[in-house]
């Protein structure tokens, strides 16, 4: 097993990025961090497709501190994702950057361990990479994660061009999956289960059902506007890549 750290010295000043590991090329933080966050858009796409596994976790330092990780586990086979040839881990940090990767609504635990109390209020966030660490199986060359990278950046920048609008999108082939924007309703968030006036399934949308929207003249954001969960009524949170038809 082969083990390396990526990591952002500088990133709570917004300096220089930094490599550290024992190589010479490396992988630049940058990479990483573009790849991630393309990532979260494309996961599901790329797990149904490309085999890769990914998922996140917030941790709550108190005080409106909060660090983001995400979990990918690359070229892998099966169901166990543990035993994947690359894995990696990848922390953004909060914080008040001028410089930041992204924002994301955070809620602020207000609880202790003695006693329950509301959250606070809904806040927008700025985030920025801080580090990644790696693991490589049965391999000592970091450019196999390098390779891998610029492979699947490439598959998902295909993507955005296929699916950047509605047209494009039922030209692809590829089926569209809307999840709710209600996390709260774990059943209508994990089924789809979505609705216009002309349109009602629990499945993911197929292209050749989005042509018949996209030969009406609608856009991408007129289509999502028409769409609410058939369960809870909320508006759609994604319109996100699923299964491409051969």
Known sequence: MYKFNIRNNNSIKNENLDILGDYSSGVDI???RDFTLKLKKYRVYMMLS????FNSDRVDLGGGSYNDHYHIFLKYEGKDYELANIKLN???VSGYYDNYDYISITRRDNSTAYKSRPSGKEEET???IYSADCEIKNDNNEKLLEDELSRLMGIMDGLYIETGTLQDW???GI???VICSNKT???CWRKNKFSNQDYDTSDDISS???KVYSDKGWSLEYFREKLKCRVCGSPPKELVPATRVC
Not at 50 to 53: A, I, K, L
């Open 170 to 172: 039922a030209s692809s």
């Open 50 to 53: 490309e085999g890769v596994f």
């Open 90 to 92: 990848v922390k953004f």
């Open 126 to 128: 700025k985030f920025k």
């Open 30 to 32: 940058e990479i990483i």
């Open 175 to 177: 089926s569209m999956r």
């Open 185 to 187: 309703r774990k059943i």
């Open 208 to 210: 050749e059902m989005l």
